[in-house]
């Protein structure tokens, strides 16, 4: 039987597709796509993890919670080292999110990057890269921030080689973070600034006026314009809302 191809161009790759619209959180795009797939493409391992990845953007925890469990005993992931550590890094994330001891998180995440190690055939960058970031997080969590930045660098470079621009972003604010919580809050604001043309800082009601602006003065003075949207509240309403990543940073004279 002979197959002809009536187009030269060649069909877009589903997984690629679909985990493009998930970084730029079209959600019911992923899910319509999910939901139109053929049965051989649904039942495929990109396609269980990027289900999973949407559940857990969408915050249905106790959803990701069952699916994780169902699919970390799967014969599949039992089998292959970097299936089971893709499951494992969004466990990582889930855990996060519902709050778990920050010790055992940061236990997972070691065994994350022990399991890549196993891999025959190499680890993707991309996959090296979320590892370590999750380590990180785990790290922060943990108050071991300068091995944080150093698995954060690390991360960095491995999205660049990816092509992955938009966790490398997430890196940097990440490592901004980490340099709010050394106390180096000028760095952390030109790293949260780095690359972007907005940032969304709330400011405590009480901290002066005055200081506020002049911690916020560096950032003005940067080669590419940054818009800096302030909103002044409570610090307890603030810090909700950095939580939520409705702010970017919180500054505050506590």
């Known amino acids: 039987e002979t197959i002809f191809l009536l187009s030269g161009e060649p069909s877009p790759d589903p997984v690629t597709v679909l985990n493009d619209a998930l970084r730029e959180g079209k959600f019911d795009v992923v899910?319509?796509?999910?939901?139109?797939?053929?049965?051989?493409?649904?039942?495929?391992?990109?396609?269980?993890v990027l289900e999973i990845e949407l559940d857990l953007s969408r915050g249905r925890l106790?959803?990701?919670a069952e699916k994780l469990e169902g699919q970390l005993a799967r014969p599949e992931a039992q089998a292959d080292p970097l299936?089971?550590?893709?499951?494992?890094?969004?466990?990582?994330?889930?855990?996060?999110r519902m709050g778990?001891?920050?010790?055992?998180?940061?236990?997972?995440?070691?065994?994350?990057?022990?399991?890549?190690?196993?891999?025959?055939?190499?680890?993707?960058?991309?996959i090296r890269a979320q590892a370590l970031e999750r380590r990180a997080a785990a790290l922060i969590d943990n108050d071991q921030l300068d091995d944080a930045l150093r698995d954060l660098a690390l991360a960095n470079d491995l999205f660049k080689r990816d092509g992955d621009a938009s966790r490398a972003i997430g890196v940097k604010l990440n490592v901004a973070r980490v340099w709010m919580r050394m106390g180096?809050?000028?760095?952390?604001?030109?790293e949260f600034a780095s690359g972007r043309t907005r940032l969304t800082v709330?400011?405590?009601?009480?901290?002066?006026?005055?200081?506020?602006s002049r911690m916020l003065e560096a950032v003005t003075r940067m080669d590419r314009p940054v818009r800096i949207g302030c909103y002044e509240d409570q610090f307890e309403a603030l810090l909700a809302d950095l939580?939520?990543?409705?702010?970017?940073?919180?500054?505050?004279?506590?």
């Open 31 to 48: 899910r319509e796509g999910l939901a139109t797939l053929p049965p051989y493409l649904a039942d495929a391992p990109d396609m269980r």
């Open 62 to 64: 106790n959803r990701v």
């Open 83 to 96: 299936l089971r550590a893709r499951l494992l890094i969004l466990k990582t994330r889930l855990s996060s």
């Open 100 to 126: 778990s001891m920050p010790a055992e998180t940061l236990a997972l995440a070691q065994s994350i990057l022990a399991l890549l190690d196993l891999v025959p055939d190499g680890v993707p960058a991309g």
């Open 184 to 190: 180096r809050l000028q760095d952390a604001l030109n």
């Open 202 to 212: 709330g400011i405590s009601d009480s901290l002066p006026k005055l200081s506020a």
């Open 243 to 254: 939580a939520l990543h409705k702010l970017d940073v919180v500054l505050t004279d506590r």
